[in-house]
C-alpha cells in the first residue's frame, strides 16, 4: 500500500529552528508537495520537490531524498504566526496525490 | 485569498436533511476536487473533475452525489448522511489534472451529521 508518514505534533520556540520530517513508500514519484493549513482555514501551498536536494524559500526551506523516501521541511526563526499544522503529500505514478495525516506544530513564546 | 470559495462554511444536518455545499474557482482551472478532511486522519480524495467530466470516484458512498456544471462550479449534494461523515469538506482546483500542478484550496465547509 501507499503511506505517508509524519510526526503527529511538534512543539517548538518563538525565534527557533524546527524540521518536519515526511517518509513515503508509494507506488512511483512525481514530486512531493509541503502545505501548510491554519485551524479552520485552507491549506495553502509551500513547496514542491521533485529533484533530490534543498529548495529555500525564504524562512522556509523543503528537502528531498528519492532515494531514501524522505523529506523535511525547516522552518527558520519561528514566529507565531507558523503555528499551524503542515502536510506532506506525494504525486504517484498515476499523478494522484497521496497525503499524509499532518504535523500540528505548536510555537511557545 | 479568494481563489477558490466555499459555501456554507458551516453546516448542521440532520440524517434525513438533503444538503448541498457549492465551490467556485477564479483562477480559470479546469479541474476540480473534493476531499474529506477529519481529524489527524490524512485527505481522503472524493471526486475529482476534469473539464466538467467526472475523472475519479474514490469508493466514495452514493449518499455523496458531485456536480460540475461547468469549470468554475463544483457542487457535492449531500442525503441520507451518516455521523460519521461529519468532517470538514475541502473543495481544489488545479490547472490540469494528470500532471505535477499544484492544488490550490478553499477554506472548507465544516458538516456535523446529528
Known amino acids: 500500500g501507499q503511506n505517508i508518514d509524519q510526526p503527529t505534533e511538534m512543539t517548538a520556540t518563538e525565534g527557533a529552528i524546527v524540521q518536519i520530517n515526511c517518509t513515503y513508500q508509494?507506488?512511483?514519484?512525481?514530486?512531493l508537495f509541503w502545505y501548510q493549513q491554519h485551524a479552520g482555514e485552507a491549506p495553502t501551498f509551500l513547496s514542491y520537490n521533485v529533484l533530490d536536494g534543498l529548495e529555500e524559500k525564504g524562512r522556509f526551506s523543503s528537502f528531498l531524498s528519492r532515494s531514501k523516501g524522505y523529506s523535511y521541511l525547516l522552518l527558520k526563526e519561528l514566529q507565531m504566526k507558523d503555528s499551524a499544522s503542515y502536510l506532506c503529500?506525494?504525486?504517484?505514478?498515476?499523478?494522484?496525490?497521496?497525503w499524509g495525516a499532518g504535523t500540528k506544530l505548536i510555537i511557545k513564546p | 485569498e479568494t481563489g477558490v470559495t466555499q459555501t456554507p462554511r458551516h453546516l448542521v444536518m440532520g440524517m434525513t436533511n438533503k444538503k448541498s455545499l457549492k465551490c467556485e474557482q477564479h483562477?480559470?482551472?479546469?479541474?476540480m476536487y473534493w476531499y474529506k478532511q477529519s481529524a489527524k486522519k490524512p485527505l481522503e480524495l472524493m471526486f475529482v473533475?476534469?473539464?466538467?467530466?467526472?475523472?475519479e470516484n474514490n469508493s466514495v458512498p452514493s449518499r455523496f452525489s458531485p456536480e460540475c456544471p461547468n469549470s468554475s462550479h463544483l457542487f457535492l449534494h449531500l442525503h441520507t448522511l451518516q455521523p460519521e461523515d461529519s468532517a470538514l469538506y475541502l473543495c481544489?482546483?488545479?490547472?490540469?489534472?494528470?500532471?505535477?500542478?499544484?492544488?490550490?484550496f478553499g477554506p472548507g465547509t465544516r458538516l456535523l451529521v446529528l
Open positions: 508509494t507506488s512511483g514519484f512525481n514530486g
Open positions: 483562477l480559470g482551472h479546469n479541474a
Open positions: 503529500a506525494v504525486k504517484d505514478s498515476n499523478y494522484q496525490l497521496i
Open positions: 481544489a482546483s488545479s490547472q490540469g489534472s494528470t500532471g505535477v500542478e499544484t492544488q490550490y
Open positions: 473533475y476534469s473539464l466538467e467530466e467526472r475523472v
